[in-house]
């Protein structure tokens, strides 16, 4: 069973950064795609950073240059670096994971963290 525990989320004005973290549990770094996707009121939840079972990286367009995804497979712990905020960041953000590892359309979730920005 796939456990994903998001955490570090919170409040920051533009500019400024945030690390959020995601602790994952059932699942084989090796074998499988991990990510975050985040979710705005009013939107569709979308994808911003994953990585698949090759170790290879895909961010959104929208946080190229500005987030960077990495994770400690020791720890079994996934990261989202955020520099440069925006208002337009603001979200709930989801760690994600899906067990076909170069298709990264994520069946599993966590709970959500919440991210928001002021301008």
């Known amino acids: 069973q796939v456990q994903l525990v998001e955490s570090g989320g919170g409040s920051v004005q533009a500019g400024g950064s945030l690390r959020l973290s995601c602790a994952a549990s059932g699942y084989d770094y090796s074998t499988y795609c991990i990510g975050w996707s985040r979710q705005a009121p009013g939107k569709e939840r979308e994808g911003v950073a994953a990585?698949?079972?090759?170790?290879?990286?895909s961010y959104a367009d929208s946080v190229k240059g500005r987030f960077t995804i990495s994770q400690d497979n020791a720890k079994n712990t996934l990261y989202l670096q955020m520099n440069s905020l925006k208002a337009e960041d603001t979200a709930m953000y989801y760690c994600?994971?899906?067990?076909?590892?170069?298709?990264?359309?994520?069946?599993?979730w966590g709970q959500g963290t919440q991210v928001t920005v002021s301008s």
């Open positions: 994600g994971a899906d067990e076909y590892g170069r298709r990264c359309d994520f069946g599993y």
């Open positions: 990585i698949d079972s090759y170790g290879i990286i």
